[in-house]
Nanobody
Framework: QVQLVESGGGLVQTGGSLRLSCAAS???????MGWFRQASGKDREFVAA????????YYEDSVKGRFTISRDNAKNAVYLQMNSLKPEDTAVYYC????????????????WGQGTQVTVSS
């Protein structure tokens, strides 16, 4: 059974940092893993993705320069380092794997974690 488990969320002040982790088990993902977020009352939106093979990365415009996605092949894990956090970054953050279509489209992904809450206070 495939499992993606996120951790690292929490409450932080504006300008602070958090590092999210996503551990994959059940199989080795060989294509792309991504991070999405969903704020209360809003649609799920793309944040970042990384190609497992060559580490090519993709970012949503509002997080470029603040967030960094990385992966650890040995641990079958992907990370999201979030710096200079803003209140508008508040959301539940989800890890996803193996998109069948565009990496920024949440409907492309079949595998999802349970989510971790990130709250940025002003």
């Amino acid at each position: 059974q495939v499992q993606l488990v996120e951790s690292g969320g929490g409450l932080v002040q504006t300008g602070g940092s958090l590092r999210l982790s996503c551990a994959a088990s059940g199989r080795t993902f060989s294509t792309i893993m991504g991070w999405f977020r969903q704020a209360s009352g809003k649609d799920r939106e793309f944040v970042a993705a990384i190609n497992w093979g060559d580490s090519l990365t993709y970012y949503e415009d509002s997080v470029k320069g603040r967030f960094t996605i990385s992966r650890d092949n040995a641990k079958n894990a992907v990370y999201l380092q979030m710096n200079s956090l803003k209140p508008e970054d508040t959301a539940v953050y989800y890890c996803a794997a193996d998109p069948r279509g565009p990496v920024s489209d949440y409907e492309s992904y079949d595998y999802w974690g349970q989510g971790t809450q990130v709250t940025v206070s002003s």
